[in-house]
């Protein structure tokens, strides 16, 4: 390149002058100081009120330019069914994200916020989304192949996934996955947990690296990790000029959005020339994760949400903790606290198992956040003293508080506690560490804006067929002809005529269940973009076969119409947390009526989407065959596919399905053990060669 004019060189180089002296004291801002040290250095030059700040997460509703700039608020999220319009598009979340980080990067000192949202089974906030099955169905995933071993790389996959469509709105951090080991199925929010077994739920905590990307060998244990931070290129172009006897200096001089990529043009003088360097850095496309909910939730009395687990210490630590020891291996970023007690004591205001276990014994390095309006509940009824909540809920170890409306009383009554020595300033310090690290590990420092590159990859046909993949492989065959010579699946697909009947054939919403597009999700067909199971059906079977759907027809519309066999979807309405929770879990009617009218006339396959196993043991006598299909997101194709013998049955119970609920609770290894099937049981078909 030619040379540079001298005068021009003299601009450029009294310009990186002042930059090395600018950037020698604003070395958080630096990408290539060590990690501690850009810690140091931020929290160095933050008031009191700019931490408290950073401990506080407020819904997206709330968070006004004018809430983020004056009271420096650290984290924002999107509750279920929290959207920016109805329907958003993938841009249009985008936009409301950067928006929302524009007013944190305008403080004082630019601290992004990061932006959490619930993806539980997929990007489930979110129209278009690929949403897969709940964890129920998940843990059901076995691999015949590897001797009816998990299959926990399929999760992985889908971690990987959902959070390209999670990053397609522009959002870092899911609240997710959830690693509950639910040893009741009347709790609400069963479908959430993997299975009844610690073993599995530890080998699903492999959706983490699919979420957060893999670690290196060379990554520390137990810190938090997000890979794809950023992919560095330099070209260096040498300009020579006069000596200059200063050390290698560097600073942003322009930024050029592209793609997704941010290109950075720096200026470094060095012994001798001014060289150009060109970085570029690439966005990743992976997202920060939350294990939760710490801990024992899935262990309530009679499953009740946010309720008592009583239990000894022995078994807290051997059911429900082996899944976390997992998950900070696998550098989770931030771990989510239970609404449950243990044992009488609120697990928010736990200081033993949260600074004691969790931060000192296993040695957890990210942030521990609470759940939503978690501290209020820490007094009964919730909120009735917020000032000791407060106290007790940040003095447990609590570092991010998901208030998420009132946000100045909680910010008020911190600082005030602090102040006058209630709440040692220590403990705010270790909170802002740890939030901050996971912040700078995640690279948000260096890229806080979200670009629109990945908007594509919202309900992708990649995604999709993977999704169909999973429901393929959670489907678990209970019953296979009344006759263990004569079963009935597969289905013939060239069949003169076939009844589709149930509550469930024909609803997006019901198949999808809680926790899709709104947090108690939506019975119908217009919440998002999906395949039903009945029209899944229609698009399997032969042309020359009429397919005929009656919702909840009676026994002599059957008998009259000569069916070749009828296949029936019934199953529980859609439900989240606490609206779950049941004590009886009978399929509601028209389920029960639509079985009986149905299998007692023509032979039938009764197809049970549920959350959680429900009493069947009334209908196994008429009953021809028998699959549970759990919840299985928008992908019904799944379901048909293994119906019709395009793919054999494989999945395996991770759940005891229990006779009556006056078993319950009942677990695999207990005393009383006798189920209507065992844990573990699925019954297997290979696939029809056409």
């Known amino acids: 390149m030619a040379r540079i004019a001298l005068p021009v060189m003299g601009i450029v180089l009294l310009s990186c002058l002042a930059v090395m002296v600018r950037a020698d004291h604003i070395k958080y801002k630096d990408p290539k100081q060590p990690l501690n040290v850009r810690i140091k250095d931020l929290m160095s030059r933050m008031t009191l009120e700019e931490k408290i700040g950073q401990m506080t997460q407020i819904e997206r509703s709330v968070a006004t330019t004018k809430a983020m700039k004056k009271y420096f608020i650290g984290s924002v999220l999107s509750g279920g069914g929290s959207v920016p319009a109805p329907k958003a598009s993938a841009e249009t979340w985008v936009k409301v994200v950067n928006d929302i980080q524009k007013a944190s990067l305008s403080t004082r000192l630019g601290i992004p916020m990061i932006y959490g949202i619930d993806a539980v089974h997929g990007h489930n906030n979110v129209y278009n989304a690929t949403i897969f099955p709940h964890n129920v169905g998940l843990g059901a995933t076995r691999q015949v192949a590897l001797e009816n071993l998990i299959d926990p790389e399929l999760v992985q996959k889908i971690g990987a996934a959902t959070a390209l469509e999670v990053r397609a709105t522009g959002i870092p951090y899911v609240f997710a996955p959830c690693i509950a080991v639910c040893r009741d199925p009347r709790w609400g929010r069963c479908y959430e947990s993997y299975s009844e077994d610690h073993k599995i739920v530890q080998a699903m905590t492999l959706i983490i690296p699919g979420l957060q990307g893999s670690m290196t060998p060379n990554e520390r244990k137990g810190v938090p990790f997000l890979a794809g931070r950023y992919l560095e290129r330099n070209v260096v172009l040498n300009f020579a000029i006069a000596m200059v006897p200063q050390p290698w200096s560097h600073d942003k001089v322009g930024v050029d959005l592209f793609g997704s990529y941010e290109r950075q043009m720096d200026l470094r003088i060095h012994t001798g020339q001014v060289c150009l360097y060109q970085t570029e850095l690439q966005y990743s496309k992976n997202v920060a994760a939350c294990a939760k909910h710490y801990v024992g939730d899935g262990g309530t009395t009679k499953g009740i949400n946010e309720n008592n687990t009583v239990a ?53 390095r990210g942030f521990v956040i609470s759940d939503w309006q978690g501290i209020d509940r820490i007094t009964t009824p919730a909120h009735a003293n917020y000032s000791y909540s407060v106290q007790a809920g940040v003095g447990a170890g609590i570092d991010m508080i998901m208030v998420p409306f009132n946000y100045t009383e909680f910010i008020d009554i911190l600082i005030f506690q602090v102040k006058k020595n209630i709440i040692p300033m220590s403990r705010i310090d270790d909170a802002v560490r740890r939030i901050l690290r996971v912040k700078f590990i995640m690279g948000l420092f260096e890229h806080p804006l979200a670009d629109l590159s990945l908007v594509n990859q919202l309900g992708s046909k990649e995604h999709r067929d993977l999704a169909k993949e999973a429901v393929r492989k959670s489907l678990v065959l209970l019953k296979n002809g009344k006759y263990a010579n004569k079963p009935l699946l597969p289905l013939a697909k060239n069949a003169p005529k076939i009844l589709v009947a149930g509550s469930h054939a024909d609803n997006l919403g019901n198949q999808c269940g809680g926790w899709t597009i709104q947090w108690q999700g939506q019975s119908g067909n217009d919440l998002t973009i999906g395949t039903t199971i009945l029209q899944s059906i229609k698009d399997t079977v032969a042309p020359t076969t009429q397919v005929v759907y009656n919702e909840t027809p009676d026994a002599e519309y059957v008998k009259l119409n000569k069916f070749s066999y009828a296949i029936v979807v019934v199953g529980e309405p859609p439900y989240a947390e606490t609206f779950g929770d049941n004590l009886n879990l009978t399929i509601p009617e028209p389920g029960p009526s639509t079985i009986k009218n149905v299998c007692g006339s023509v032979k039938c396959v009764v197809v049970v989407v549920s959350g959680r196993p429900v009493v069947l043991q009334p209908y196994m006598s008429t009953i021809d065959a028998l699959v549970a299909a759990w919840l299985p997101g928008t992908e019904g194709q799944g379901v048909a596919d293994v119906l019709f013998g395009d793919y054999g049955f494989t999945g395996k119970l991770a759940r005891t399905w229990f006779k009556n609920v006056d078993q319950l609770p009942m677990n695999f290894g207990d005393a009383h053990y006798d189920p209507l099937f065992p844990f573990g049981f699925g019954l297997t078909t290979e696939p029809t060669v056409d």
């Open 312 to 364: 000894s210490r022995h078994d807290l630590l051997s059911i429900h903790m082996p899944a976390y020891y997992n998950s900070i291996i696998r550098g989770v970023s931030t771990i989510m606290i239970s609404y449950t007690s243990w044992n009488g004591e609120k697990m928010h205001a736990n200081r033993d198992l949260i600074t004691g276990y969790l931060k000192k014994t296993m040695r957890f």
